[in-house]
């Protein structure tokens, strides 16, 4: 009985400790104690979107001036998958919700980052394998349940230049790394995990046309970020992301503004 009541002591004061340190991110935010990178690429012309289809570029005019109206002010059009942005799980899958029906619960979460760049390298078509994870979670613990998976493929220090992003062979087919089928069904059945990010065009990799890993990962209710900005700085663990989507109502993705705060 005295064990019993010791073990529940402990557990309380352990999980009383564990809303205090999730409370504190955010107070060190503010208290400009926390560091805090941008995930986000500024949205402007040169921005990388889907190239395929209707898709067009990035569009921002001004339509009043200082000079002229007294007043600054703009108007822009661009797709829901250019720059930074999120996939709603209604991108790939029927009754999934709409970017404006991902609960706020969802758009908060701890990230753990897998860098496959090494691989990456020698093969623009790599693809992240279950074995990648598992060698990752040896050294750094099972993949937390509910966590953002990141994945470092290396392909950011492309984004400058969208011909070398995009990556096309000599028949217009991209070339650029993604998760792998196995790798999404074993993040989604294994891990629980709210939703899957890269730093490239899209979660599966350039040259897969069937597109199963937005399947997967869209058919389990789940949310993919693409074209992530700065994935190389943050390290493997402890980090937790706060995503901002756009609300076009209906929509099937947008514009993400993403913040990653490093826990010191
Ligand atoms: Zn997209």
Redesign the pocket.
């Known amino acids: 009985m005295k064990l019993f009541l010791q073990l529940f002591v402990m557990v309380a004061i352990l999980s009383l400790q564990g809303k205090i340190l999730r409370a504190g991110v955010l107070e060190n935010v503010m208290e400009g104690k926390a560091t805090v990178i941008d995930m986000t690429y500024p949205l402007n012309e040169k921005n990388a979107y889907?190239p395929i289809g209707n898709y067009t570029p990035f569009k921002f005019e001004p339509i009043a001036t200082l000079k002229k109206d007294m007043v600054f002010s703009g108007k822009y059009s661009t797709p829901?998958?250019l720059g930074t942005?999120i996939?709603a799980p209604n991108?790939f899958e029927q009754n999934q919700p709409s970017v404006d029906q991902i609960p706020f619960e969802q758009l908060v979460g701890k990230a753990v980052v897998v860098n496959i760049s090494d691989k990456v390298k020698n093969d623009p078509d790599y693809t992240l394998s279950v074995s990648d994870i598992l060698l990752w979670e040896k050294t750094n613990g099972q993949i937390p349940s509910g966590a953002i998976v990141l994945l470092n493929t290396g392909w950011g220090r492309r984004w400058q230049n969208f011909e070398d992003y995009k990556n096309n062979d000599k028949n217009g087919c991209m070339h650029f790394p993604g998760y792998s089928k196995e790798s999404a069904n074993f993040l989604v059945s294994k891990r629980n995990i709210r939703g899957i990010g890269i730093d490239t065009l899209?979660g599966d990799c350039g040259n897969c046309s069937d597109f199963q890993v937005h399947h997967i990962i869209n058919s389990a209710g789940k949310f993919?970020l693409?074209n992530i900005a700065n994935i190389d700085e943050l390290p493997p663990r402890g980090v937790t992301l706060i995503l901002a989507p756009i609300k076009i109502e209906g929509g099937s993705?947008g514009q993400c503004r993403i913040w990653a705060i490093l826990s010191n």
Request: glycine share 10%.
């Open positions: 889907w829901e998958h942005h996939d991108h899209s993919i693409e993705g």
